[in-house]
């Protein structure tokens, strides 16, 4: 067969030498016949099924089907597990996790025979572990996500994963739900294979892989459990040996305008701010510099165009049904908003891709004339009390707090604030603003889910929906409310937020991308002297590395010694 270059894996299966006598034989123990190593692009699938993440507890059904792919290309694919991150499941949060199971996919893949990789993602954090840990090995590689739920359904209510535990548990709280009709709601949420099927964190990173280019046609949509979703694995595992036949690392198609155009696709299908930070990254991975500053010019003035939960109506199978996000990106480009000369891993560039893109539900997919909201994207704020960025999804606020002053009611970590904040005797009130403390990547630790912290159940059962709330931590995709996140430096490691007292007064100006502290400097500076840092929790050996490596948010919480390309050279033979 020929071969425009010398592959990697010949490194371990060519010739007639000891060591490839040992490695082609310890794989015959497979059953494999000898053609196989004949000099065919070797794929490694590296799955992260795992029956403890229920977002992924399928893969294994879908690498048989990249398999098949892989086999009819002419190629050999071997399958080989890594770290499984579960969001529903972990604790204390899979995002403590996220370098780590990145550390597995890049090892797993530069200490194997390889040549190309078929990445199998689906839950949250799943997709940006393995998106950069391959990104620092540099080979040719495709994402292939599981794919969303099918809609939850309760009671001829259509209902989304996340965005209705939020509501449904606040109507409880309020008196307005029963338990027994909450409980009652479990198993119509989750009725299928997939992960969340509103626009959360995992259907967000899904559309951020088609959206750069990483993940073929209709990756962000297609229904876990509809046979299409088999088929673009099938073409996957083709298209991934004609990737390494033509030599297509990953830095081809994760360019700095790649990164541009999931950045504005995010904010027209209001996407989750996980992606800021799973972005920044993934890019710094791979070698581009992004920051804040980008997600705030690029996304400031890119409208919601999708109607989904927790911003909109409807949930991923109406999106796939209506188009998805072909239809999306050729709504931007119609608009002047995206590169549509980049190259894809189909083979074909994106305006190729979106050319003849239909829209098949107005209402799912708006026009640009008829957005969800007039600015999408993430807006990014700074000021006194986050000097290096803070972020809020505008399209999931609520519009009369996007400019408030209100007092602070403090919680000094999540562990008060359960404690506390359904005291009939806590002076809180519709206009106070909610600060979460030591809730960030070194001071939870991991960087938890817990920004969006419910409301206070006296004020929920006056009719309150919504209030300020401000945190070091992060929110999950699926939930929604005028939430301030990721304020760096966060309060663990002596940022402004650590500062905060009750009763201190805080504007948000969110049009104006500003968030101040309204307390005198020469106070700030007493404070900041007293101030002691907080004892960390007791830590795992790995909890411990984390917190003395973690980068803040806005450098995308990846370890210092992780950032940069560091490619899959062939390194030593121990034979």
């Known amino acids: 067969m020929s071969q425009s270059r010398k592959l990697r894996s010949a490194e371990w299966f060519g010739g007639n030498g000891k060591n490839a006598f040992m490695h082609r034989s310890w794989m015959k123990n497979q059953g494999l016949p000898d053609d196989l190593f004949d000099g065919r692009p070797v794929i490694g699938i590296c799955n992260t099924w795992s029956e403890l993440t229920p977002c992924n507890a399928h893969l294994r059904g879908l690498a048989e089907h990249v398999k098949r792919g892989v086999y009819e290309a002419g190629g050999v694919p071997f399958e080989f597990p890594v770290t499984s991150l579960g969001e529903s499941n972990m604790r204390p949060t899979a995002m403590l996790f996220r370098n780590l199971a990145s550390m597995d996919v890049e090892e797993s893949i530069r200490g194997n025979p390889m040549d190309g990789v078929i990445l199998l993602v689906g839950c949250d954090k799943t997709t940006p572990a393995l998106l950069m840990g391959a990104a620092s090995c ?26 209705h535990v939020w509501k449904f548990y606040e109507d409880v709280k309020a008196g307005r739900m029963a338990i027994e009709d909450f409980l009652a709601a479990e198993q119509g949420q989750s009725r299928s294979a997939g992960s969340c ?29 509809d046979a299409r979703r088999g088929v673009l694995a099938h073409l996957a595992g083709r298209r991934i040996v004609d990737m390494v036949r033509e030599d297509v690392p ?39 510099p992004l920051d804040l500053d980008d997600w705030d010019r690029l996304g400031r003035d890119v409208p919601t165009i999708v109607d989904l939960m927790p911003s909109g109506r409807f ?7 209506a188009g998805g996000l072909r239809t999306v990106m050729r709504a931007l480009a119609d608009k002047g908003l995206l590169h549509t000369g980049l190259k894809t891993v189909s083979g074909r560039t994106v305006g190729e891709l979106i050319a003849d893109a239909p829209n098949y539900n107005s209402e799912v997919i708006r026009s640009f004339d008829r957005p969800l909201t007039e600015q999408g994207g993430i807006a990014v704020l700074r ?52 600060v979460l403390k030591n809730c960030g990547p070194r001071g939870y630790p991991g ?3 817990v920004g969006n912290m419910a409301l206070p159940a006296k004020l929920l059962k006056e009719g309150v929906s919504d209030m300020v709330r401000i945190s070091d931590a992060r929110m999950s995709g699926t939930a929604y409310g005028t939430v301030v996140l990721h304020t760096a430096p966060e309060a663990a490691s002596g940022g402004p937020l650590a500062l905060v007292r009750d009763g201190d007064m805080i ?6 991308r500003r968030l101040e502290l309204l307390v005198d ?55």
């Open 447 to 449: 960087m938890a889910e």
């Open 197 to 225: 099927m509103t626009m959360g964190t995992a259907s967000t990173m899904a559309s951020m892989v088609e959206a750069l280019g990483i993940g073929l046609p209709d990756n962000a949509a297609i229904p876990a459990v």
């Open 383 to 434: 000021g006194n009390l986050a000097p290096n960025g803070a972020v809020i999804k505008p399209s999931a606020a609520t519009p009369e707090l996007m400019q408030h002053r209100g007092p602070a009611v403090v919680f000094e970590n999540i562990e008060d604030y359960h404690a506390r904040i359904d005291d009939p005797n806590l002076k809180i009130g519709a206009d106070s603003i909610m």
């Open 315 to 321: 949930l991923m199978e109406d999106f796939y049904y």
């Open 507 to 512: 504007e948000l100006d969110v049009a104006g």
């Open 138 to 163: 540099n080979l040719p590689a495709i994402a292939v996500s599981g794919g969303p739920m099918l809609n939850g359904n309760f009671r001829g209510q259509t209902i989304g994963s996340g965005t």
């Open 521 to 575: 400097e020469a106070e700030l500076e007493a404070r900041r002297r007293a101030w002691v840092p907080p004892v960390p929790p007791a830590a795992s050996g790995y909890q411990s590395l984390f917190i003395q490596h973690v980068l803040q948010a806005d450098q995308g919480c990846d370890f210092d010694f992780l950032v940069g390309r560091r490619d899959a050279t062939v390194g030593r033979h121990s034979h």
């Open 250 to 288: 990953m830095s081809a198609i994760l360019t700095r305008e790649a990164f541009e155009n999931a950045i504005r696709v995010n904010g027209a299908i209001g996407g989750s701010t996980n992606a800021v930070i799973h972005l920044i990254a993934v890019a710094r991975r791979i070698g581009i």
